[in-house]
Each structure stands twice: as C-alpha cells, then as structure tokens.
C-alpha cells in the first residue's frame, strides 16, 4: 500500500511538470518558427501554369533570379535573369497590385450604390404582404 501511494504522489507532481514543459517548448518553438520565413534567400515572385502538369516559375535568388519550366518528367532552366530584370519585374508587379487594388476599390463603391432593397418585385413575379413577406 505504501508503493501506491507513493507511486501517486510521483504521478500526481510529475504528470502536471512534465505538461508544462511540453506547453513551454511548443509556446517557444512557435515563435521561432514564425521569423523563419522573414529573410528566404530564395523566393517564388511567380508561377504561371502552362498546362496541367506544366508551370513556369520566376525565382529571385539572392538578387539575381531565373526562369524555369517544371514538370513531371523533367526541371529546365530557360533563362538567367540579372539584378536590372529582377528589379524591373519586381516593379511591374508591384504596378499590377496597385491597379488590381484600385479596380476592387471602384468595384466595392459600385456595390455601395446599388441597394438590393429597392428591387422591383413585378419583374420576379412575386407580390409583397402587408406583413412584408414576399410570396
């Protein structure tokens, strides 16, 4: 009897202990793990699909990048891009984004002025209640 409660007292200290050092190592691998990405040395800027199984990856290398065409079979590399392309095509996205922002800007105040209250409800055939329920 003497064992079991020991065997008790050892599994009620030791059980929470150890709990709460496995909450502490995965709170603290959390925030390592979430400045990993910060600083790549390469990047993805796009991927465009060619096919099914075909893309074609533009990748930033440091400050110089490539183009290369992927599929099931086989990797190519089709051109070498130098800092000044690099920069240009940074640019051209960033240009797209800025119109693409605007775009859903107008879009957005479009749906601002249309009021789906005043529908005309002869046009869908159903009448309005007096309790404003629509049959």
């Not at 390469?42 to 990748?59: A, S």
């Not at 992927?70 to 690099?86: G, T």
């Not at 240009?95 to 529908?119: A, R, S, Y």
């Amino acid at each position: 009897m003497d064992n079991m409660l020991q065997y008790l007292v050892n599994l009620s200290i030791f059980v929470p202990f150890i709990i709460i050092l496995i909450v502490v190592s995965i709170r603290f691998s959390k925030a390592s793990l979430e400045g990993i990405g910060i600083y790549k040395y390469t990047q993805i800027i796009e991927r465009t699909n060619l096919n099914k199984e075909t893309d074609v990856f533009v990748l930033k290398i440091g400050d110089e990048g490539c183009v290369i065409i992927s599929s099931p079979s086989k990797l190519e590399k089709i051109k070498d891009l130098n800092k000044e392309e690099m920069k240009e095509i940074e640019e051209k996205r960033k240009e797209i984004k800025k119109i693409k922002l605007v775009k859903l800007n107008k879009d957005d105040t479009k749906l601002k002025k249309l009021n789906l209250n005043k529908l005309n409800l002869k046009n869908f055939n159903l009448k309005e209640n007096k309790d404003g329920d629509i049959n």
